[in-house]
């Protein structure tokens, strides 16, 4: 249920990715408005403004970033922050490009800090200043860049510095989906890999999604799995549930790790409050992975909060678990409504 994606998946995702903007399921707002700047840089024969896309993985950067390309019938290329660590690394990038191609930066406030100011002059003025020689030899060559588009995506926007911020005419964050959104998307991936999904599947697939379509698409896979070894090669409510039961994924869209870390909560710190690094290790995983894979979605579920303590079970945690709460548990929970 982790969000990101690794080299296999994104392989697999890429035969599901929607080519248009009238195709992107979902996030109504940014399709509109980024619709409306592809539009009018089209009609004035221009090249787009720089773009940045930020949000949680799994919710469509990417495919943004594909969509942007073809709308502007211009060629897309592919890099990441990561992948940059010199500023001569991106002034490669940068020289090859042609005029009206886009440029897609993923992870873009990974970027080293040197790479990232060669940027700022390539987004504004696109020109680069590459540097020959070294020590009091050293010459400064100016080099003319054609116009280009900039698609930046980051999972984490405040880690962006401003100046670099400021230079994206567009900016755009992506939220998590509706389940009627999910259940879409699911219809239309189920037609390109020629599955038959029933209407109550996909209902039952997109609940237990996370409102992130990476994960609703890869539990489709897995369904489409069992359907084919087990069932009778449909996708219908029956070979859904058995299949997600198989692969621990429970009614809320918890996995094993999610109720191994509400489970010791609950069961060995008697609810909390704990630190994190304790408990990752009473569930045998890194700090890292208990904070960025399981932790943001037991707190938008209501099932786990952060104190300056440390991590604290909620009453719902203890009621989903099958246990009984305590009583401090229930008096902080009927606080909590009331404020709310």
């Known amino acids: 249920m982790d969000p990101d994606a690794d080299a296999l998946e994104r392989s697999a995702e890429a035969a599901l990715r929607p080519g248009t903007l009238d195709e992107f399921v979902g996030q109504r707002v940014v399709r509109d408005q980024l619709d409306l700047v592809l539009k009018a840089a089209s009609a004035r024969g221009a090249t787009a403004d720089h773009v940045l896309l930020s949000g949680p993985p799994g919710l469509g950067k990417t495919t943004l970033a594909m969509i942007v390309a073809h709308e502007m019938g211009a060629t897309l290329r592919v890099s990441s922050g990561p992948a940059i660590q010199h500023a001569g690394d991106l002034a490669a990038i940068l020289s090859s490009l042609d005029e009206g191609d886009v440029l897609f930066l993923d ?11 060669m ?5 504004e003025d696109f020109r680069v200043d590459v540097v020959v020689g070294k020590g009091a030899g050293a010459t400064s060559i100016p080099l003319s860049l054609p116009p280009f588009t900039v698609v930046g995506a980051t999972t984490r926007a405040g880690l962006l510095p401003a100046p670099l911020r400021d230079r994206f005419g567009f900016t755009a964050h992506l939220d998590f989906y509706e389940p009627h959104e999910l259940r879409a998307i699911l219809e239309r991936s189920a037609g390109k890999l020629g599955l038959a999904l029933d209407g109550d599947a996909a209902a039952e697939i997109s609940g237990r999604s996370r409102g992130t379509p990476r994960i609703a698409n890869r539990l489709l896979r897995r369904v489409r799995d069992w359907a084919q070894v087990h069932g009778s090669g449909r996708a219908d409510l029956a070979a859904a549930r058995q299949a997600l039961t198989v692969y621990e994924v429970d009614e809320r869209g918890l996995d094993r790790l999610d109720r191994a870390v509400l489970g010791a909560l609950c069961t060995r710190f008697g609810g909390g409050p ?8 009473s569930v045998g995983e890194e700090s890292e992975t208990v904070e960025t894979v399981a932790e943001p979605f037991l707190v938008r579920e209501g099932l786990m909060s952060r104190s300056p303590r440390g991590r604290v079970a909620t009453a719902d945690a203890w009621v989903h678990l099958g246990l ?14 009331l404020f709310d």
Not at 119 to 123: E, I, V
Not at 324 to 337: I, S, V
């Open 107 to 117: 992870e873009i406030h990974r970027l080293a800090r040197p790479a990232e100011e």
């Open 324 to 337: 009984q709460p305590p009583a401090d548990a229930l008096a902080g929970e009927t606080t909590r409504r």
């Open 119 to 123: 940027l700022y002059l390539a987004m």
């Open 274 to 281: 704990v630190g994190l690094s304790t408990l990752a290790v």
